[in-house]
């Protein structure tokens, strides 16, 4: 029995109706921008595994240093140990991430990440004795799949059998360049309706919603309306962050920063899971206390993982150089070329791009995991690309690594498949 064929006696996978759909290609390798299936396939890899293998698959740099790390320190509780490779990370971390942030937290996923977010804006009012229970967030955002991510994300695909158990959200539509007095109404009325703790946001990318771009300034005055009224602000950066924007975080493009950021996928270069949740040094203030219940008792087994941490550390180190800042720039520029070529084809809607993120919205009419997204994928992978499309959308989401070669390739399925649809 080959790979594919074992993998369905005990396997469940997330995504999936296994009744539909019991295939799950088998992968046996990943270098680069390649993966590799059971019968020596390749495909380029161009939405990073989900955006985390930005400095391609099985880097060498991060293999090395996770390497040095796991010999020397594994695992060890962080509840009452501390260790250099945590202590540097943060240390690295707050050069990078916008400057009123000032403390790192540690949490497993992304959606733990935002979790810790969620939990934090919460006890940070209840801690004030200024008890809140309602967040605002945008239409259609994504910020995973726990309880509390779950609620403040918008997809009912994934939210609607658990609806009855989500925390009390508020939603408003993403900033459009004219829609900014209507949302900021809103926001008033909900401000004084409820008991509002936070509002929390995807910036400038929504990226489960099809890689939609909104506003920057529309941005920014919806956070600083918020911050006037005594609402903390929540930015996931987990899918934005480490410069697929083109900055190293999309927070860098607005203004007024946030007081919570959350980050996952491309922080440990997709070699092991962690996520961060970091904060203002005000945040952290406010579970000082003699009172032992106002600390924060939040806590995943393997914080602060040494090996995630060593993984994270050359990530940054990687982005940072001037190898990577330049490759970021060149795809952004090659993607703007490409899009610049295509955009007025008749099978084609709208496109947008940033940083190294593209997205073409096609002309068709289909459902987010309609029949003809299934063919578009079979399409790509008959043409050795991975591209994943979200519901009539095909994005782009390259390792920052990818040749030329590779990366017109990617570009040439997508001119090809605009032939067939
Ligand atoms: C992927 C994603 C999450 C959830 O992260 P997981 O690691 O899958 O739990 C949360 N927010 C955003 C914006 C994401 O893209």
């Not at 270098?31 to 990073?48: P, R, V």
């Not at 595994?49 to 509780?77: F, P, R």
């Not at 990617?410 to 032939?419: F, G």
């Amino acid at each position: 029995m080959n790979l594919q064929e074992r993998d369905k006696k005990h396997l469940w996978h997330p995504l999936k109706q296994h009744q539909l759909n019991p295939e799950s290609l088998a992968i046996v390798k990943a270098k680069g921008c390649i993966l590799t299936d059971e019968n020596g396939n390749e495909y380029i890899d161009a939405i990073a595994s989900w955006y985390t293998c930005m400095y391609g698959h099985c880097n060498d740099y991060i293999i090395e240093a996770t390497h040095k790390q796991m010999q020397q320190l594994d695992q060890v509780m962080f509840s009452d140990f501390t260790h250099e490779p945590a202590i540097k990370l943060s240390e690295e971390l707050i050069k990078i991430l916008p400057e009123n942030q000032n403390k790192i937290y540690f949490n497993d996923n992304g959606s733990t990440a935002v979790e810790s977010g969620i939990k934090m804006a919460l006890q940070y009012y209840f801690n004030k004795e200024d008890k809140r229970s309602t967040f605002i967030a945008f239409e259609n955002g994504f910020h995973g799949d726990t309880f509390g991510a779950m609620s403040v994300s918008g997809l009912s695909v994934y939210n609607g059998p658990f609806e009855d158990f989500l925390i009390d959200v508020k939603r408003i539509p993403t900033p459009n360049g004219s829609n900014i007095d209507i949302i900021i109404k809103q926001l008033e009325g909900y401000i004084s309706n409820h008991n509002v703790a936070g509002f929390i946001y995807e910036p400038l990318i929504q990226g489960a919603a099809g890689m939609k771009i909104h506003d920057a300034d529309g941005l920014n005055t919806i956070i600083k309306y918020c911050k006037n009224n005594n609402i903390l602000t929540i930015a996931d950066e987990v899918m934005t962050g480490f410069g697929k924007t083109g900055k190293h975080f999309a927070s860098d493009y607005i203004d007024t920063k946030p007081d919570i950021i959350c980050l996952s996928k491309a922080l440990t270069a997709g070699l092991i899971p962690m996520a961060i949740t970091s904060c203002t040094q005000d945040i952290f203030n406010a579970f000082l206390s003699n009172d032992m219940a106002k600390g924060f008792f939040h806590c995943h087994t393997y914080s602060a993982n040494p090996v995630a941490c060593a993984a994270a550390i050359a990530g940054i180190e990687l982005l940072t150089s001037e190898e990577i800042q330049n490759n970021i720039k060149n795809i952004a520029k090659t993607h703007n070329a490409f899009l610049k070529r295509i955009k007025n084809h008749p099978k084609i809607k709208s496109t947008r791009h940033l940083g190294v993120i593209l997205a073409i919205d096609l002309d068709t009419k289909m459902e987010r995991y309609g029949s003809l997204r299934d063919k578009l994928l079979k399409f790509f992978m008959d043409r050795g690309v991975f591209l994943r499309p979200l519901g009539n959308t095909i994005y782009i989401q390259v390792p920052y690594v990818i040749s030329d070669i590779e990366l017109r390739q990617v570009y040439q399925v997508i001119e090809d498949v605009l032939e067939i649809i």
